[in-house]
């Protein structure tokens, strides 16, 4: 029995249904939408693909991804070279760069340290960060990791590993979010609150 | 196949873009592994934190399948946790110690010693103290159990200080003495349930508790010690 699509559609819908979110009817769905919309998607995708595969590489001095190695915010000179903001993930890089919440660069560890899969800290960018916190120019370092417990592992072996290098380590508060109501918060988070509670 | 039983999460790991592999440690049913549909939801993640207890109900068609997870909050001490260094590497310490148990194997006194330990990890010295008795509870059910009753020379139960690196039993100071260098320390605090421990006393009972774990456990097995131990005594130490 012949298929009733091509082997270059079957492939397209086989590698789209290796993304997250996607599963293998919804990228046959994707795949008939980019038909459909051949020129104002398909063509500039496929461009936007390739120019990804040639162009994006990771920074060598921070982990982050970009066109350019060492990255933007690497060479950017309107940021603060006295501040590294440590984060898990490019994602929270991301994150943390919408939010505009700090101007300071960042340092991308590549995970957390997790006993069940394995990762420990030689799988993760630690070396380099303590080279570069060493750096004089450098005066705090800002974990900025979750607020899980491998998360809070790793920041406490992070904050070991620097007791050699001279500079402030400080975390991101734990507590009430924005729009957080009491009623709804679990009973560790809401503890943490109240023992991290400033003056007003 | 399906049971209920309480447990502690000793970590998680995930699986695909919403669900999560979840460890629970039972009483019932020891070390257990299960699916959590939806573990990597807000209100899920709050909940699936290493140190929280829960309620557990596993689900599979075969008992040998992974099976899933329903798990309901009980205590949350994941926060508690966090706030100290001394705590996490503590509770690392002790997921390492109990992944040294095979799977779905109950081993209730390893739980209750467990859960004796779990709300002292906060304080450095209470959590290093359970540390060290959990480490000898393990040895014991292991088949290793160290006798600290009475002296393995005269028979006698006082003055107990040493610990025969060969046999496991204890050693009266006075017949101790002559060997000194080459016997174990007993702390006071593994003798007597109420002594306090000093900063000697604790690195004593993580040395003697090392070196059986070590002999008998993790060498046998080409394994290190883990390295949260390693951290946590270093920490007890500064």
Known sequence: MTSATSPELDRLIQLLARLPGLGPRSARRAVLHLIKKREQLLVPLADALHSAAEHITICATCGNVDTSDPCAICVDPRRDPATLCVVEDVSDLWALERAKATRGRYHVLGGTLSPLDGIGPDDLSIAPLVARAKDPAVTEVILAVNATVEGQTTAHYVTDMLHDADVKVTRLAHGVPVGGELDYLDDGTLAAAMRSRTPF | ?238
Not at chain 2, 98 to 118: Q, T
Not at chain 2, 170 to 192: H, M, N, Q, T
Not at chain 2, 216 to 236: D, G, N, T
Request: proline share 6%; charged share 25%.
């Open chain 2, 1 to 238: 196949m399906e049971w209920h039983d309480d447990g502690i999460i000793l970590g998680l790991r995930r699986h695909g873009e919403t669900s999560a592999i979840v460890e629970l440690f039972t009483p019932s049913h020891g070390r257990h592994l299960g699916l959590v549909r939806g573990g990597r939801s807000r209100r899920q993640q709050v909940v699936l934190q290493p140190g929280n207890s829960v309620h557990a109900t596993w689900r599979a068609r075969l008992d040998e399948h992974l099976g899933t997870f329903v798990i309901e909050p009980d205590v949350s001490r994941a926060a508690a946790l966090m706030e100290s260094q001394t705590a996490l590497y503590a509770f690392a310490t002790l997921a390492a110690h109990i992944r040294l148990l095979p799977e779905r194997d109950p081993h209730p006194e390893i739980f209750v010693r467990f859960m004796e330990a779990l709300p002292l990890l906060p304080d450095p010295q209470a959590g290093a103290q359970e540390i060290v008795r959990f480490e000898l509870t393990l040895l014991a059910d292991l088949g290793f159990g160290l006798d600290l009753t009475e002296c393995a020379s005269t028979g006698g139960r006082q003055e107990l200080v040493f610990v025969s690196p060969k046999s496991g039993r204890a050693v009266s100071r006075e017949a101790g003495i002559p060997y000194a260098d080459r016997l174990l320390k007993l702390p006071e605090f593994l003798r007597l349930e109420d002594a306090d421990a000093s900063t000697d006393d604790l690195a004593a009972g993580f040395a003697l508790t090392g070196y059986f774990l070590k002999r008998h456990v993790f060498e046998p097995r080409r394994i290190a010690l883990p390295v949260e131990r390693e951290r946590l005594i270093a920490r007890l130490k500064s």
